[in-house]
C-alpha cells in the first residue's frame, strides 16, 4: 500500500510564493506519474500539474503554466510544486496523487490510484 503525505500548506500573501511536497512511502514505490489537484469551496477537485516518474515530462492546467512548477526527487519518493505568484484565487486544499499505470489522461482524476489527505493554502490579498 501506497501512502502520501503532502506538506507545506499555509497562509500567505498574494505574490508570495510556496512550495508543497509530497512524500510517498510503501513497499515498493514505482509510480507512472504523480500529480496535483486542488479543490477549492465548493467546486470540484482540479488539476494542477502532473510528472512522469521515469522521463520526468510535466504537464500543467494551461492557466497554471509558467507559475507553478512541479518537480521530482526520485531518491527521496517526493514530489514538489513550487507555487509563485499566489493569487487569492488559488486558495484551496491541495492534493497529491500517485498513478501506477498510464490509464485515461495525465489530468484526469481517475488516473490516480492513490491520494494524500491533503494541505491547505490560503492566500490573502
Known amino acids: 500500500q501506497v501512502q502520501l503525505v503532502e506538506s507545506g500548506g499555509g497562509l500567505v500573501q498574494a505574490g508570495d510564493s510556496l512550495r508543497l511536497s509530497c512524500a510517498a512511502s510503501?513497499?515498493?514505490?514505482?509510480?507512472?506519474?504523480m500529480g496535483w489537484f486542488r479543490q477549492a469551496p465548493g467546486k470540484e477537485r482540479d488539476f494542477v500539474a502532473a510528472?512522469?516518474?521515469?522521463?520526468?515530462?510535466?504537464v500543467y492546467a494551461d492557466s497554471l503554466k509558467g507559475r507553478f512548477t512541479i518537480t521530482r526527487d526520485g531518491a527521496k519518493n517526493t514530489v514538489y510544486l513550487q507555487m509563485t505568484s499566489l493569487r487569492p484565487e488559488d486558495t484551496a486544499i491541495y492534493y497529491c496523487a500517485a498513478a501506477r499505470t498510464n490509464k485515461n489522461y495525465a489530468a484526469s482524476k481517475s488516473r490516480y490510484d492513490y491520494w494524500g489527505q491533503g494541505t491547505q493554502v490560503t492566500v490573502s490579498s
Open positions: 510503501g513497499r515498493t514505490f514505482s509510480p507512472y506519474s
Open positions: 510528472i512522469y516518474w521515469s522521463g520526468g515530462n510535466t
